[in-house]
C-alpha cells in the first residue's frame, strides 16, 4: 500500500512541469491552493499535487489525498488495481477520472514482532515517482486515491502492496485510460528500498562534518 509520502519541493514541482512540457503535455491550470510544501510529509487527508488530463490539456493542481466514506469514518486512500473494475467506488473513474501523483519517495512500514520498522522507496537514479491514482470531484472538492499492485522483488521482503509506479512515458497513457487494469500485473519498476534509520545516520553525519560557527 501507500500510506505517506514526501512533499514536492518547488524545485520539484519545476522538474514536473519541464517533464509534462518535453512530453508536450501543455499545462492550462497550475494551481495549488491549501497544499503545504512546509509539511515535509503528506498524510492522507492531506492536499497535495496530481495532474489530470481535460479536452484542452493537463491539470497540475492540488486535491485532497482520500476518499471520504459515505459515513464520514475515516478516508479510502488506495485502490487495489486488482479490483478496481468491481467496485463501484472506483469502477466509474475508469472512463475520466485518471490522475498521476508525483512524489520524491514514499515511506513503507514492515511490521516486526512488537514493532514496525520504517523504509522508504525511491526511484534508483534519484528521479521523481509518479504514482498512478484516481480521481473525484464531491461536494465541492477535489479528492484522490493512489492506485497499488502485488509488490515484488525488494519491496515484497517488506509488505505485500507497492504504489502502481508509472514511467514518463507511459503518463499520458495511464492518463487517457490507455493502461488497463490488466496491463498493471505485468508493470514493474525498479527502486531503492532502504531503512530510513540508514538514511538519518548518514544525514547526522554530514551534518556532523560541516563546520560551524557559534552565534553570539
Excluded at 15 to 43: P, T, W
Excluded at 53 to 80: P, Q, T
Excluded at 130 to 150: C, H, P, S, W
Aim: hydrophobic share 35%; proline share 4%.
Amino acid at each position: 500500500m501507500c500510506g505517506r509520502y514526501t512533499v514536492l519541493t518547488e524545485d520539484e514541482i519545476i522538474e514536473v512541469r519541464e517533464i509534462l512540457h518535453d512530453l508536450s503535455m501543455r499545462i492550462v491550470r497550475d494551481d495549488f491552493e491549501n497544499y503545504d510544501q512546509k509539511r515535509g510529509e503528506v498524510f492522507p487527508t492531506y492536499y497535495a499535487p496530481i495532474i489530470t488530463k481535460k479536452d484542452d490539456g493537463i491539470l497540475f493542481e492540488s486535491a485532497k489525498w482520500g476518499f471520504m466514506k459515505w459515513n464520514s469514518s475515516g478516508v479510502i486512500i488506495n485502490a487495489r488495481s486488482e479490483t478496481i473494475k468491481n467496485k463501484s467506488t472506483f469502477s466509474h473513474l475508469l472512463k475520466t477520472g485518471y490522475c498521476v501523483v508525483p512524489a520524491g519517495e514514499f515511506f513503507e512500514w514492515e511490521r516486526l514482532p512488537n514493532v514496525k520498522k520504517k523504509y522508504y522507496v525511491r526511484d534508483k537514479h534519484s528521479n521523481l515517482l509518479f504514482m498512478a491514482g484516481l480521481y473525484r470531484d464531491i461536494d465541492n472538492r477535489r479528492e484522490f486515491v493512489i492506485i497499488t499492485k502485488q509488490a515484488i522483488g525488494e519491496m515484497a521482503k517488506i509488505h505485500d502492496r507497492v504504489p502502481v509506479l508509472l514511467r514518463t512515458d507511459q503518463l499520458e497513457s495511464w492518463l487517457t485510460g490507455g493502461i488497463t487494469p490488466q496491463d498493471i500485473a505485468n508493470m514493474d519498476y525498479d527502486v531503492i528500498v532502504a531503512p530510513c534509520e540508514d538514511r538519518d545516520k548518514q544525514a547526522q553525519i554530514r551534518y556532523s562534518e560541516l563546520p560551524h560557527t557559534n552565534l553570539k
